[in-house]
Every structure is written in C-alpha cells, then in structure tokens.
C-alpha cells in the first residue's frame, strides 16, 4: 500500500456555517452547540422528530435565501415557524436533551431580534443547491476533489475495502472477519481523519437481550477546497435525504459536489458518495432498525493519526471479546424438532415469541439460498427476535456487500471469526468503558466548533 500522500492532510478546524447574515454573533453559537449535542447523546426509541424541525428552520435560514439584517420579520417569521413544530412535537420529546437545547435556543433568538411570539410564520424553504456536475464535473474542478482522478497513470490504483453492520447486530470488518456482537449503547464504527461513524444499539424489545442499530450518525470532515463539514444523522422511522443542515452536497466549496447524497428509495435506503476520499456509504432502515454498509480505500481506512486510538475502531478491530456472541453455537443448540430457542439465551418471560427453528430456516432459504454466514445471521436473528423483518436486513447486507466489495470472490463468509486483526487481544482493551470513550472520540471530533 502506498504511504499516504500530503493530498490526504486534513485541516482540524471543522467549517460549520452560520445561521444566515440575520443572526447575530451569539446566534451563530447556537446552531453548533446543538449539533454537537445531537450527535453526541445515544438515541432514545421515543418517535420525537426534533430532527425534523431542526433541519428545517435551519434550512430555511442559511445559504442564498437567508434573511438579510434588515429582513427581521421574515427571520422571526421562520423563528416562530420552528417554535411551532417544536411545539408538535413536545409531548414525544419530553427526556430529549437536543429537544430542549432547541427550545431554549429558540427564546434566546427570538429575544436578540425582538421578535413577538405571535406573527405569521412561513413555510421552510429548501436550500437551492448548484446544478449537477456544476463543481465535481467540471474540468476545473481541483484534482483533489476526486480520489481516483489523483491517481496518474503510473500510480498503482487504490484498493478497496468494505464494513457492514446490520441485524442482530453482525459486523462485517474492513478485514472479512463476521462477528456477532452484544454492543449495546453508542460504539464507533469508523473513526478516522476524514470521517467518524458512531451508531447506537438498543434492545429490540424489553426484556429481550436482542438489540439493533436504532440511530447513525455520520460526521464528513472538513476537507481542503472540496467540503464543509457535515453532519448525516438518521434515527428509527427517521431515514433523511439530506444532511442536518437540510443540504444534500458539500456545502458552499468549489468540489462541493465531490460529496452527494442521493435517496435510492423513500424512507428505505440513501446512498452517500463521498469522492474526495473514493468512499461510498449504504444506509438503509429495514423494519424498525438501519444497516450499514461502506466502500472505502485501504489507504483512507488507515488514516488515523493516534494509532493507539484504532482500538475503538469497530470497522478495523471489530468487535472486543467480551462483546461477540457464539451465534454457530447457539445455532447448534437450537437445532431440532420442536426446537424454539435455548433457555439460558432467554433473558426474562418477557422476551419476545420466536420461531421454531425449521421455520426459521425456511425463511432465510428463501432470500438467502447460500448457506453462508449471512444465512447464519438470519436464522440467529429470528430465534432470538421474531422479527420477520431480520430477514430482509440480512439480505439487503448481502446485496451491498454484492456492490461494494472490490473482491468478487470473497462475497460469501462461511467461516466466524473472534480473534481480532493483527493478533491483537480484545481481553486488552478496557471491557466497560468502550461505549463511553467512543462516545468521547466523536466529542472530540466536535470540539472545534465550540471555540
């Protein structure tokens, strides 16, 4: 693999935008506050859509439509306009700290521009973005917005690697290993310089020792001429097209379009291409839970400045041991006529109705014909949830795996593995604080906008 290249320096200082040129100094303070409080507490399982108002309001009051100082109407027009859908939404988000931060904020705007809370309101407007191929397709556009184009011809071509989490949840590292892992709580998929990925598990049903990935959140980095920083986040029964700013490119650089997202199927799955760095992100919500599935170069993969950090890495080191879960062995038990499942894997009563195991079976061979891993997962994943559901998740993981990996011939898994890459122990690394410090990693990658 070729050494990285001074191409591939970040900058540290993240590029957050401003409210719009109708925001005072202290206004502009607020909008990165919430961002970082969104991204940096675990998702609850509660329907509030203070996601959905945030974006909106904060669409509607940045870029080129953004109210002008002497616009102040038309700002606490959109002001009360998101008090409004905070208000719709106040019974759902009652325990939501980012709920609160919004509403607090709100009063704090509506003070500085003297705005009354009684008035028209508006409709929020989305952002007007550039033309296709108006930045990325030029023929001026900067070499470095494009990751294959920096190659020359006499480079060797960069080779590529894929994740994927889905179900149960089951892991697929950057390095073919397949685990199945407990990872309850908010854990780091990826976290390199150039972008961090922390997803949040959450029990299926109480009472069940089940979980899946209830929400994602995506943090781009800001990197040289090409793109601002941004923020995807996604949430159960919440699959946005768009960034949290309510964009769907870059932001305002001339490579902005080098990062693009793109909705594949309404509320279902998004594609992210992120061409700076040769990466292309699959999120996907398959029943009440996501998946996630990522192609990314080796030499991107291993961009961390910290090696020592790579720890929390799930994507590179996979899961710690005292996170993975035998699911052959549970398999093994589980095999039978009349066989439901073990009843040490049985947490309390309350755990969810289960398949019998033929059934299970039956069902899986149905989208999964190949008796790999991801057929593996499948069965597991009915045992223990009786969601039907867990099916299509292994599936669609499979399919992605179809398009993103680089080598055709290393589809199919068949065999599980526990130990980590490079022969390194996971009984070495701190068993009880790992959601935490992936929790802090992400913070810290935030941090710059508080300044």
Request: net charge neutral.
């Amino acid at each position: 693999m070729q050494p990285p290249r001074e191409r591939l320096v970040v900058t540290g200082r993240a590029g957050w935008m401003g409210m719009g040129r109708g925001a005072g100094r202290s206004a502009l303070g607020f909008w990165p506050t919430l961002a970082f409080l969104l991204c940096s507490f675990p998702a609850a399982t509660s329907p509030c859509k203070i996601l959905k108002c945030n974006s909106e309001f904060w669409s509607a009051t940045s870029g080129s439509h953004a109210p002008a100082s002497d616009d102040a109407p038309e700002f606490c027009a959109a002001l009360r306009t998101y008090a409004l859908c905070t208000r719709r939404t106040a019974r759902t988000c009652r325990g939501d700290l980012a709920y609160h931060s919004a509403v607090h904020g709100i009063e704090d705007l509506m003070s500085q521009h003297n705005c009354s809370k009684d008035g028209p309101t508006s409709q929020p407007r989305l952002r007007v973005l550039p033309p296709a191929g108006d930045s990325q397709e030029r023929s001026d556009s900067p070499e470095i917005c494009h990751y294959e184009k920096s190659f020359h011809k006499h480079s060797a071509a960069p080779n590529y690697t894929h994740c994927g989490l889905f179900g149960d949840p089951h892991l697929r590292t950057f390095t073919d290993r397949f685990q199945t892992c407990k990872v309850q709580g908010a854990w780091p998929l990826i976290d390199n310089n150039y972008l961090n990925v922390q997803v949040t598990n959450t029990p299926v049903l109480p009472g069940s020792a089940a979980t899946a990935t209830s929400k994602l959140t995506i943090i781009f980095k800001n990197f040289q001429e090409c793109v601002d920083q941004k923020v995807y986040q996604a949430e159960m029964d919440e699959l946005p097209a768009a960034f949290a700013d309510g964009s769907k490119n870059g932001g305002d650089k001339h490579g902005a379009n080098s990062l693009k997202i793109t909705e594949k199927v309404s509320g279902q799955h998004v594609e992210i291409q992120a061409k700076y760095i040769g990466t292309t992100i699959v999120v996907r919500q398959v029943g009440r839970y996501l998946t996630f599935a990522v192609r990314m170069p080796e030499e991107v993969v291993n961009a961390v400045e910290d090696r020592d950090s790579q720890g929390l890495y799930l994507c590179l080191r996979g899961c710690p041991l005292n996170q993975q879960i035998d699911f052959q062995a549970f398999r093994t038990n589980a095999e039978g006529p009349g066989s439901r499942r073990p009843a040490a894997a049985s947490p309390s009563p309350t755990a969810p109705e289960t398949f019998p195991y033929e059934t299970a079976v039956a069902k899986c061979k149905e989208k999964l014909p190949v008796e790999d891993l991801y057929y593996q997962a499948c069965v597991f994943d009915l045992l223990t949830t009786g969601d039907v559901n867990f099916t299509l998740a292994a599936y669609y993981a499979l399919e992605d795996v179809k398009m993103l990996h680089s080598n055709k011939d290393r589809l199919h898994l068949y065999e599980r593995t526990r130990e980590l890459p490079g022969g390194v122990a996971a009984a070495g690394l701190p068993p009880g604080p790992q959601p935490l410090l992936g929790t802090l990693v992400l913070l810290l990658a935030l941090l710059p906008v508080l300044w």
